[in-house]
Nanobody, 127 residues
Framework: QVQLVESGGGSAQSGGSLRLSCAVS????????LGWFRQAPGQEREGVAA???????GYADFVKGRFTISQDRDKNTIYLQMNSLKPEDTAMYYC?????????????????????WGQGTQVTVSS
């Protein structure tokens, strides 16, 4: 059973940094994608970054150069390093896993491919 548990959310000032973590368990597929998504109040959920099992990365245009997705395979954890935060980055951030998925850089695989989701962690950026 696939489980995803996010942590690391919180509050930051504009221009500050936060690092989100997602502990991943139960992913046994030979190819998969892991991704970060976010949803602000009253907004649709949107993709932020993705990492394929082959190491390929994808990013949304609005975070390129500011956010970095990475993976520690020994710890079965993925991270989202968020720098130069802006108030518009305020949202609930979700980690998700998609089996039998390929990241075609620089794009993020569509949400419907992600079958497993974490509970989310709140990020609030103040100006």
């Amino acid at each position: 059973q696939v489980q995803l548990v996010e942590s690391g959310g919180g509050s930051a000032q504009s221009g500050g940094s936060l690092r989100l973590s997602c502990a991943v368990s139960g992913v046994t597929y030979s190819s998969y994608c892991l991704g970060w998504f976010r949803q602000a109040p009253g907004q649709e959920r949107e993709g932020v970054a993705a990492l394929g099992s082959d190491g390929t990365l994808g990013y949304a245009d609005f975070v390129k150069g500011r956010f970095t997705i990475s993976q520690d395979r020994d710890k079965n954890t993925i991270y989202l390093q968020m720098n130069s935060l802006k108030p518009e980055d305020t949202a609930m951030y979700y980690c998700a896993a998609a089996p039998w998925c390929t990241v075609l850089a620089p794009m993020i695989p569509p949400q419907y491919e992600y079958k497993y989701w974490g509970q989310g962690t709140q990020v609030t950026v103040s100006s």
